[in-house]
């Protein structure tokens, strides 16, 4: 729903792929990495390379969304890499794995933005198939790094359906400094400690006196909650120019977009919770 990776650019001559960074954050962090390619056939397994000099002293990472990536799936000319049935286009990710940590931490890749997917669904399984007449739409929208576009492809079509929601509820990672090196100036939510209210981040500032009523409905319900600034954007930015509010919410996430996030399972339970009162009562 709302992943970083690769896009298969071209094929080189000796059967290596050359890529294009899709998303935000700094996709080094991947280099040397295991990686799948998503091609029509299936998805393939291969190896992100490691720059040049990359074991050097004085080697510093590249950055940047120009940054030229390559990928080893094996083949030695761009026939094998046919044969795969690898085609540029086709998009790489790194594979995910779930980590218990101590406690009710756990530690995997791109928790942004399954961690906001698991709480709708089980959100959806708490609600039930009857709300008793309100009107309320779930929705999973893809490609969110890519610029929102499940999401303004959604708004576009319910403003011309006449159904554009009088409220919408993003549900993304808060981006946390609640790491050992982070200062607590900006992003200030700790893990463990309830869903966040993303009262402002770079696409959307929630009017404060809805920032209150979250706050009001998650006490009356013994919801852990905190609410704070971060980064980055939100899918419910695709609404607001057709006249719904968004009020944001999320969980705290330890280095986000990195090949290790770290979550506490708490928070995603209290966003779950959170998201079942606010679709029966708001």
């Excluded at 294009?20 to 990495?33: D, E, K, N, P, T």
């Excluded at 909650?225 to 609404?239: I, K, L, M, P, R």
Aim: hydrophobic residues 45%.
């Amino acid at each position: 729903m709302d992943e970083i990776g690769y896009e298969v650019r071209t094929v080189l001559p000796d059967g290596r792929l050359e890529l294009q960074s899709r998303g935000g954050g700094v996709l080094a962090y991947f280099l040397g990495h295991a990686a799948l390619v998503h091609s029509a056939n299936g998805m393939h397994p291969g190896v992100l390379q490691l720059p040049d000099g990359w074991d050097k002293s004085d080697f510093q990472w590249p950055r940047g969304p120009r940054m030229t990536t390559h990928m080893d799936v094996g083949a030695h000319n761009p026939e094998q890499v046919a044969q795969l049935g690898i085609k540029t286009g086709d998009f790489i990710t790194i594979p995910k794995k779930y980590h218990k940590l101590l406690g009710r931490r756990a530690a995997a890749r791109a928790f942004d933005d399954r961690i906001g997917c698991a709480a709708l669904v089980s959100a959806a399984w708490a609600l039930g198939p009857n709300l008793n007449g309100r009107d309320v739409t779930f929705i999973w929208s893809t490609s969110e790094e890519l610029g929102l576009e499940g999401a303004a492809a959604a708004a576009k079509r319910m403003a011309a359906q006449g159904k554009l929601p009088d409220f919408v509820f993003a549900v993304d990672t808060f981006v946390s400094a609640d790491s050992p090196l982070e200062s607590k100036r900006f992003a200030d939510a700790i893990l463990g400690q309830g869903f966040v209210v993303r009262a402002v981040d770079n696409s959307n500032i929630v009017p404060r006196n809805l920032v209150e009523k979250v706050i009001q409905l998650s006490k009356a319900g013994g919801i852990a909650v905190q609410y704070g600034v971060t980064g980055g954007g939100n899918d419910g930015a695709a609404f607001s120019p057709f006249g719904s509010t968004n009020v944001a919410l999320g969980w705290p996430l330890r280095y986000s977009h990195s090949p290790g996030e770290v979550v506490d399972v708490r928070d995603l339970e209290a966003l779950a919770k959170i998201i079942a009162a606010a679709a029966r009562s708001w």
